[in-house]
């Protein structure tokens, strides 16, 4: 089928769509020129090749090492947890907004992995950044800028394409006071003993001497700032969309609540939050 001009290969079988993402030849990624910051783009999500494969294998073996996947980050969410349920006891009887708040409980999460700071969930700073990224993805409709690019930069007020180009400005200072930050601070012991992903990141760069690298000098530092807002567009919306989704499900179908909580007593008591060890039981 066709997408205006783009031709497309839609895959509607499980076992199929598996097998060709299993292809390196399928595995490349479509230009989206509304996405790039001054026509240009690096990072993870929109990148193919060498670039992709290193920026990927690279990220994944150092979010294990600052606790992804690990005991270590499910310390981290409930410390979110936590402040999140402080929270809903002060807004009893009121009519809440908890989606919004677990975006912020999932961006201090990743926060913490990436500069090796948690915020309080009334901070101004951690609110700006929630503001950034949900303005720059719900405040315009990207169909027109993504499917006739050079359309919409002959006419970028009416088409929204100043705007979207200017909050992509503006969300970038997210991610690039913190590196900023961690460069200025950078010593030979935090090389060896990195703090978070920001300070693995830069000692990488610093090592590097391949000019063909993605992680090579004044290339490197832009892949940097690129991976992290991967990371926080790719890793909040989903997850914060997600819990929002189970909760909505549990209020539109309190029996299956009921069925929820009454395991949740037997398995795991009233005394002790959840944990992953909890899963098999």
């Not at 609110?127 to 027109?144: A, D, H, Q, T």
């Not at 009416?158 to 997210?174: A, E, V």
């Not at 530092?221 to 807002?229: E, K, R």
Request: aromatic share 8%.
């Amino acid at each position: 089928m066709y997408m205006l001009d783009q031709r497309t290969v839609v895959l509607s079988d499980v076992e199929l769509a598996k097998k060709a993402y299993q292809l390196p030849t399928l595995q490349g990624r479509p230009r989206i020129e509304m996405m790039e910051f001054e026509g240009v783009r690096h990072g993870i999500m929109l990148t193919s090749g060498q670039e992709w494969q290193e920026q990927r294998r690279f990220t994944l073996r150092h979010l294990r090492d600052f606790g992804f996947g690990k005991n270590y980050m499910e310390g981290l969410i409930l410390e979110e947890v936590d402040e999140l349920i402080e929270w809903l006891k002060s807004q009893e009887g009121k009519p809440v907004s908890i989606n919004r708040k677990f975006y912020l409980a999932v961006i201090n999460s990743l926060w913490t992995i990436l500069a090796g700071k948690r915020f309080s969930h009334t901070d101004p700073k951690l609110e700006k950044v929630f503001e950034l990224l949900i303005m720059s993805g719900r405040s315009i409709n990207p169909v027109f800028i993504m499917f006739m690019p050079r359309l919409s930069k002959l006419v970028p007020n009416l088409s929204g394409w100043n705007k979207i180009q200017d909050l992509i400005k503006s969300s970038r200072h997210i991610v690039t006071d913190p590196v900023k930050e961690h460069t200025e601070e950078f010593t030979p012991d935090r090389k060896e003993n990195p703090r978070d992903f920001i300070d693995a990141y830069l000692g990488e760069i610093e090592k590097t001497t391949d000019p063909n690298s993605s992680f090579y000098g004044s290339l490197g530092n832009a892949s940097l700032t690129d991976v992290a807002m991967d990371l926080f567009q790719a890793g909040s919306m989903t997850t914060a969309t997600m819990l929002t989704w189970a909760v909505l499900c549990n209020v539109i179908y309190p029996e299956a609540q009921e069925k929820l909580q009454k395991e949740i007593d037997e398995v795991i008591g009233k005394s002790r939050p959840p944990s992953l060890a909890d899963r098999p039981k």
